[in-house]
């Protein structure tokens, strides 16, 4: 069950999480959509630090073949495993940058 709550955007979706890229299941979306949620694993950089380092970014950037180019509203650390949301275009990608500037417009939900 997906769960992701701003004060303006409410998304509740519950699926299988059947359809992975390259190991990161997609939890909300498709790859044509305007942007995604994805479960971003441990171990694994959101952004490459050099050129061609395995990372969120190379493996969709891959998938799609360069045809789409992921956008980072927000990132995780390479050690976190949670839900990450890619964008596809820069304005979507302001608009949910500047909600997650301000703490009380996130839930966010941590386990140990």
Do not use: M
């Amino acid at each position: 069950n997906c769960f992701i709550r701003t004060k303006q955007i409410i998304f509740n979706e519950t699926r299988k999480l059947s359809q992975k890229v390259d190991g990161l299941p997609l939890i909300y979306g498709d790859w044509t959509s305007p942007f995604v949620v994805i479960n971003k694993p441990p171990g694994l950089s959101c952004q490459a630090s050099i050129p061609g380092e395995d990372s969120v970014e190379e493996r969709i950037l891959k998938y799609l073949g360069g045809k789409r180019v992921p956008f980072f509203p927000h990132r995780l650390d390479k050690d976190t495993q949670g839900l990450l949301l890619l964008t596809f275009n820069s304005k979507l990608t302001a608009y949910f940058s500047d909600l997650h500037s301000t703490p009380d417009d996130w839930i966010k939900q941590y386990k140990v």
